[in-house]
């Protein structure tokens, strides 16, 4: 059970964007979210739950070859695999006040708060941690963050195999969350 008083996560103005790298090249696409909750008692957050749809993946790069080839590629079985698995959820486990950290491999401006929470995908959990800057007021939260994590965590192995030259690519995988949410 949740404490605190709900925020409702506005899924038009919320967008999750995954950026994968390449040699020389990158590719950023962005997840709606289904349904998202945040939990805000005495002006902190105490928990939140979120619902990603894998299948709403829109590439911001344009043209038949990433809608026709790419597209598909990442929400087949060797990335997404979207047919089976059409969510994703990330669960907030844990807020904490930020303090900067020699590992932070990743940070938003103004950063406030750390916040771990279960990422679940391909049902694979593993919690992360990452920084946040967090505004809050009476009627309206607003969170952003910018980090990376490691595809393989989440079985997601394809590529990434320094013997492929130029057609290797990184496990490691940029997560920028815009996230707007009302009382």
Request: proline share 3%; charged share 25%; aromatic share 10%.
């Amino acid at each position: 059970q949740q404490e605190g008083q709900p925020f409702t996560v506005d899924t038009t103005a919320s967008f999750i964007r995954f950026t994968g790298n390449g040699v020389g090249k990158n590719h950023p696409g962005k997840f709606k979210l289904s349904s998202g909750e945040v939990f805000v008692a005495d002006n902190q957050i105490t928990g939140g739950d979120f619902i990603l749809n894998i299948r709403s993946l829109d590439l911001e790069e344009e043209g038949s070859m990433f809608d026709d080839k790419l597209k598909p590629h990442l929400l087949s079985g060797d990335f997404f695999d979207a047919e089976k698995f059409g969510t994703a959820t990330f669960t907030i486990t844990k807020v904490e006040p930020y303090k900067p950290a020699s590992g932070d491999t990743s940070l938003v401006e103004g950063a406030n708060f750390n916040i771990s929470g279960n990422l679940t995908l391909k049902d694979v959990t593993k919690n992360v941690t990452f920084p946040a800057r967090v505004e809050l007021d009476e009627n309206t939260l607003k969170a952003k963050a910018n980090f990376d994590i490691d595809r393989r965590q989440w079985q997601m192995n394809y590529g990434n195999d320094k013997t492929l030259g130029d057609k290797f690519i990184s496990e490691t995988v940029n997560i920028e969350l815009d996230l707007q949410a009302k009382k």
